[in-house]
């Protein structure tokens, strides 16, 4: 039997291009095959661990539905009849009550959201007690306005590690004027004690036929 060299057997194929084959004669792995390969590798690897992000997209944006209050959104994404942010997709925050006025938020503790002291990173921790806030103002003003962040404040009291299980923030306003809210929360962990305390904000502006 006489051998064909590999490169020589692909070359012969038609849907065979040129970069499907190396210089040293071996077929060419293209991007996914090797993101595949990769995966493999590293699950057989100790110490290697792999995440998978995936969200959903979350359709028209609130800013540019004139018809929808704060309250009716939030409330929606505890139904399920409005999506999530895709930040919020990610970091598995959830919307778990709204009122008008106040919310409640709540947030796993993922170990590759840690930081080398294997405490959930600062800033993660900040990103659920930014959405809180907002949400708490947005969740008072009328279906003709948005609110954006103008400032965070937060003080983190104890160490929050995965074995604390999820965290939740309870968020309320403390003053609403005309063009500017202010809100307050406390963040507790699964056997609730108190993690951190927060407070900022927030812009009330008209909503922006763009969303900007």
């Known amino acids: ?55 959903r997209d979350q359709g028209p944006l609130f800013a540019t539905r004139a018809d929808a209050t704060g309250l009716a959104y939030l409330r929606g994404l505890i139904t399920g009849e409005a999506v999530a942010p895709p930040v919020a997709q990610v970091l598995g925050i959830e919307v778990v009550k709204a009122d008008p006025g106040t919310v409640r938020f709540t947030m796993p503790v993922q170990d590759h959201f840690t930081n080398h002291l294997g405490f959930l990173a600062g ?31 937060v003080d983190f009291l104890r160490p929050v590690r995965e074995i604390a299980g999820p965290v939740t923030v309870d968020a309320e306003v403390v003053h609403l004027g005309r063009n500017r809210g202010l809100a307050s929360c406390r963040v507790v962990d699964a056997d609730g004690r108190l993690c951190a305390v927060g407070k900022s904000s927030c812009l009330i502006r008209d909503k922006a036929p763009g969303g900007a």
């Not at 007690?129 to 003003?141: E, I, N, R, T, Y």
């Open 123 to 153: 800033g993660i921790l900040s990103t659920v007690v930014d959405a809180a806030l907002g949400c708490a103002v947005l969740s008072a003003v009328p279906a003709d306005k948005d609110i954006v962040t103008l400032d965070l404040n």
């Open 1 to 55: 039997m006489v051998h064909q060299p590999e490169h020589e057997a692909l070359a012969g194929k038609d849907d065979v291009s040129e970069a499907d084959v190396r210089t040293d004669g071996e077929p060419a792995v293209d991007a996914e095959g090797k993101a595949d390969a990769d995966a493999q590798a590293n699950a057989e690897t100790p110490g290697i661990h792999t995440a998978t992000l995936q969200w």
